[in-house]
């Protein structure tokens, strides 16, 4: 089971390719969540100048930085050939869409603003659901139509 050239999109029937998902999901998220911190260090220095070029408009945009960096880590890395972002890949993981088409960048953003109302609004124990759910998937997996599944 791992991603070829020119890899299929659907989400596989077997269970195995679910098998250990949740945790490697965890680790990614940790990995991944690193990677943004790093990215957002060479944003803010730009937002820096840019502030300085506007006169001070530019620094407006620090209250949303954090979430510009990881909206587009997300969904380019996501919406890529691996369908998968960096931390995704160290964890031998990869997102799927049930339909079988390719993940896009505008569901892969959609996926990333379910995970954080959900984890706002309702804490992060809503994360204990992909105990209880077929392919072991996550409520915002449910509500974008993606799984998760093992590349090796």
């Known amino acids: 089971m791992s991603l070829d050239s020119n890899p299929s999109y ?3 029937e077997d269970w195995r390719a679910y098998s250990g ?6 680790f990614a998220f940790i990995v991944d ?9 060479p944003a803010a220095v730009v937002v820096f100048f840019l502030g300085i070029l506007t006169l001070g408009l530019g620094w407006l945009l620090y209250p949303i930085l954090f979430f510009v960096v990881a909206g587009l880590y997300f969904g380019m890395s996501l ?3 691996s369908q ?6 160290m964890m031998g993981i990869a997102m799927v869409r049930l339909d079988g088409r390719k993940l896009d960048f505008i569901t892969a953003i959609a996926h990333l603003a379910l995970f954080w ?10 994360l204990l659901a992909g105990l209880f759910i077929e392919r072991s998937r ?12 093992r590349t090796y």
């Open 10 to 12: 659907a989400a596989p």
């Open 21 to 26: 998902v949740l945790s490697r999901r965890v």
């Open 33 to 41: 969540y690193l990677f943004i911190g790093l990215l957002w260090i």
């Open 79 to 81: 919406a890529g050939p």
């Open 84 to 89: 998968a972002t960096p931390g995704m890949r």
């Open 117 to 126: 109302i959900l984890n706002s609004v309702l804490t992060p124990l809503v």
């Open 138 to 149: 996550l409520v915002h997996d449910l509500l974008v139509g993606t799984a998760t599944v």
